[in-house]
């Protein structure tokens, strides 16, 4: 069986959304291939994409948005050691996804197992007056096992990761709804 991922983009909605039906047959979806690392290039004119994962990996947490960016973990199998009675986990492997985009990038977690699912939330840092220097809050926007993303310790499942990014500020509206 072949496990992927998917993004659909339905613009059928409303109380008359009898919708479009979207498969990969119908060549409705890009196909961005295996996941290699390699940015897809979709150019949104199709209703969605999907990418194909590794033989043996799948999907092993529930996906968590934030800031534009989809976060899910997958874990894969991987053969035991021949020389070793050490306990296998496979291969943990946390995925940053843009969906308006199609890119991706992703982290393999140090130990493997499963990942947990990412969890998103916002802390306020107070700094304390030094000198001159008066005191300050800042918050900053963090997610935990998100993987695919820099800062923090982004090897570690549990590792908490820095998720403060700018969101371009051009929102439109992409359904209406009249009764």
């Known amino acids: 069986m072949t496990n992927r991922f998917y993004a659909l983009k339905d613009s059928a909605t409303g109380m008359n959304a009898s919708g479009t039906l979207i498969t990969e ?3 409705s979806l890009f196909n961005g291939g295996v996941v290699t690392g390699t940015p897809m290039t979709y ?5 969605g994409f999907y990418k194909t ?6 999907s092993v947490n529930a996906a968590v948005t934030t800031r534009g960016t989809t976060f899910f973990g997958t874990n894969k199998p991987t053969p035991p050691s021949a020389n070793s009675c050490r306990a296998n986990l496979g291969e943990a492997k946390g995925y940053a996804l843009n969906p308006f985009q199609g890119t991706f990038d992703s982290t393999v977690f140090a130990g493997g197992g499963f990942p947990p699912t990412p969890t998103v939330g916002i802390v306020t840092i107070n700094v304390p007056a030094s000198g001159s220097t008066p005191a300050s809050s800042v918050q900053k926007a963090f997610c935990v096992g998100c993987g695919g993303g820099v800062g923090g310790d982004s090897t570690s499942s549990l590792g ?9 500020k051009n929102p439109r509206r992409t359904y209406w709804y009249k009764r």
Request: aromatic letters at 4%; hydrophobic letters at 30%; a negative charge.
């Open 25 to 27: 047959a119908s060549t």
């Open 43 to 47: 150019d949104g004119t199709l209703n």
């Open 53 to 58: 994962f590794a033989t043996g990996e799948k």
């Open 160 to 168: 908490a990761e820095d998720v403060s990014k700018t969101v371009p």
